[in-house]
T-cell receptor, first 114, second 114 residues
Framework: EAQVTQNPRYLITVTGKKLTVTCSQNMNHEYMSWYRQDPGLGLRQIYYSMNVEVTDKGDVPEGYKVSRKEKRNFPLILESPSPNQTSLYFC?????????????FGEGSRLTVL | AQSVTQLGSHVSVSEGALVLLRCNYSSSVPPYLFWYVQYPNQGLQLLLKYTSAATLVKGINGFEAEFKKSETSFHLTKPSAHMSDAAEYFCAVSRSSNTGKLIFGQGTTLQVKP
């Protein structure tokens, strides 16, 4: 089954404790992206990757890191989480082009930073 | 810079009534436009997309949207609402097919009353 898998789905952590949210897709997609969803703000893009070893900032990259060492994986790293990073996070993937591909989303990871 | 504005954070209709969700975009170049739907506790899924072909785009579940360049709009409609249409809807814009940036609107929650 084609899917984007995120882990963990739910996490409560404390300020400053490094964490990683994993994202894996099994569709051989070149493009992957991370979004955060906050009430009233919609989805905001954090980082995206057009291919292996190619990453770029979205609109809200501060406080986050990513890496793309393999095509299927695109982890999101919070080196020193802060309460303003409490949010619902989504990973998504597609073929390289938006006009021919559909963006597939994971089920989301709800993060609370105390 | 690109942006998307969805008019109305909440829309309520009766079952069987017309659904109209509004989306206006700002883009300096011809855009790629999308509507996504998010059901409770799930990721987003693509409803339909405009990629410079026909201006009237038909999507899944009976939804359609019309691209109007003169009005910079891409409103989503459905002739007759079903209870199962209750969800959050997001309009999104991309500048080109090969860019990694996809900008989402704030979202509109559709409530369907029996």
């Amino acid at each position: 089954e084609a899917q984007v898998t995120q882990n963990p789905r739910y996490l409560i952590t404390v300020t400053g404790k490094k964490l990683t949210v994993t994202c894996s897709q099994n569709m051989n997609h070149e493009y992957m992206s991370w979004y955060r969803q906050d009430p009233g703000l919609g989805l905001r893009q954090i980082y995206y990757s057009m291919n292996v070893e190619v990453t770029d900032k979205g609109d809200v990259p501060e406080g986050y890191k990513v890496s793309r060492k393999e095509k299927r994986n695109f982890p999101l790293i919070l080196e020193s989480p802060s309460p303003n990073q409490t949010s619902l996070y989504f990973c998504a993937s597609t073929t390289r082009r938006f006009d021919t591909g559909e963006l597939f989303f994971g089920e989301g990871s709800r993060l609370t930073v105390l | 810079a690109q942006s998307v504005t969805q008019l109305g954070s909440h829309v309520s209709v009766s079952e069987g009534a017309l659904v109209l969700l509004r989306c206006n975009y700002s883009s300096s170049v011809p855009p790629y436009l999308f509507w996504y739907v998010q059901y409770p506790n799930q990721g987003l899924q693509l409803l339909l997309k405009y990629t410079s072909a026909a201006t009237l785009v038909k999507g899944i579940n009976g939804f359609e949207a019309e691209f109007k360049k003169s009005e910079t709009s891409f409103h989503l409609t459905k002739p007759s609402a079903h209870m199962s249409d209750a969800a959050e809807y997001f309009c999104a814009v991309s500048r080109s097919s090969n860019t990694g940036k996809l900008i989402f609107g704030q979202g509109t929650t559709l409530q369907v009353k029996p």
